[in-house]
T-cell receptor, first 116, second 114 residues
Framework: DAGVIQSPRHEVTEMGQEVTLRCKPI?????LFWYRQTMMRGLELLIYFNNNVPIDDSGMPEDRFSAKMPNASFSTLKIQPSEPRDSAVYFC??????????????FGPGTRLLVL | AQSVAQPEDQVNVAEGNPLTVKCTYS??????LFWYVQYPNRGLQFLLKYITGDNLVKGSYGFEAEFNKSQTSFHLKKPSALVSDSALYFCAVRASNRDDKIIFGKGTRLHILP
C-alpha cells in the first residue's frame, strides 16, 4: 500500500485566497483525521471522520475552515479565505477503528502551507 | 477529560547511552497509550502501543516503553541511543472504554550527540 497520500506537498498562497488540501487514506481504513502542526501550538486535531461522517469538528478553528469526505477514499480540507496565521503543516491520518478498540493512526507526509 | 503531558521539551543524550523520554497521562478508566516519532519534514510514524497485558511494550527501532499504572506514566526508553534516533517524539492516549479521540502530547525533541 502507498500509505496515506496528501497533495499538494507544498502550497504558497496570498492572504484571502482559497486553499484546498487533499487526502487519500489507506484503503480499508474507516477513520480519517486532519491535524495542524505549528511550532507554537504543536499538533492539533482539527476534525475526524468515521465511515465518512464527521464525528468531532471541535478543533476546527473558524468558519473559514471546512472539511469534507465524499467517499471512503478521499477527503478535503478547505480554507476560505486564507490568512497568514493559517501557515502550518497540515497532516492527514487514517486508521481502522472498531468501536472501543485500539487504533494506530498512519500519517501522510503533510502539506506545508504558507500564506503570505 | 483525558490529557497527556510530556514534561521535557528537549532531551540530550550521548550516543551509546540509554535514553528516556517521559510521558504521563490522565484518563478515565484504562488507557490505550501510544508513542509516535516524527523525523524532519515527515509525518508521524507509529512506534509502539500499550493496550493490555505485559507492562513492558517493545516497538520499532529497538524502542520500548513501560506502562506504570500507579504513576500514570508511559516512558519511552532505549538501552543504547543512536544519532539516527534524533527526532521529535509524541506520546498519545485514549480511554479504552470510550470512543473518544486520541490526545497527543506536545512532543519532546530528542538530540543524540555523537
Amino acid at each position: 500500500d502507498a500509505g496515506v497520500i496528501q497533495s499538494p506537498r507544498h502550497e504558497v498562497t496570498e492572504m484571502g485566497q482559497e486553499v484546498t488540501l487533499r487526502c487519500k487514506p489507506i484503503s480499508g481504513h474507516n477513520s480519517l483525521f486532519w491535524y495542524r502542526q505549528t511550532m507554537m501550538r504543536g499538533l492539533e486535531l482539527l476534525i475526524y471522520f468515521n465511515n465518512n461522517v464527521p464525528i468531532d469538528d471541535s478543533g476546527m478553528p473558524e468558519d473559514r475552515f471546512s472539511a469534507k469526505m465524499p467517499n471512503a477514499s478521499f477527503s478535503t480540507l478547505k480554507i476560505q479565505p486564507s490568512e497568514p496565521r493559517d501557515s502550518a503543516v497540515y497532516f492527514c491520518a487514517s486508521s481502522f477503528q472498531l468501536p472501543g478498540a485500539s487504533e494506530t493512526q498512519y500519517f501522510g507526509p503533510g502539506t506545508r502551507l504558507l500564506v503570505l | 477529560a483525558q490529557s497527556v503531558a510530556q514534561p521535557e521539551d528537549q532531551v540530550n543524550v550521548a550516543e551509546g547511552n540509554p535514553l528516556t523520554v517521559k510521558c504521563t497521562y490522565s484518563v478515565s478508566g484504562n488507557p490505550y497509550l501510544f508513542w509516535y516519532v516524527q523525523y524532519p519534514n515527515r509525518g508521524l510514524q507509529f512506534l509502539l502501543k500499550y493496550i493490555t497485558g505485559d507492562n513492558l511494550v517493545k516497538g520499532s527501532y529497538g524502542f520500548e516503553a513501560e506502562f506504570n499504572k500507579s504513576q500514570t506514566s508511559f516512558h519511552l526508553k532505549k538501552p543504547s541511543a543512536l544519532v539516527s534516533d534524533s527526532a521529535l517524539y509524541f506520546c498519545a492516549v485514549r480511554a479504552s472504554n470510550r470512543d473518544d479521540k486520541i490526545i497527543f502530547g506536545k512532543g519532546t525533541r530528542l538530540h543524540i550527540l555523537p
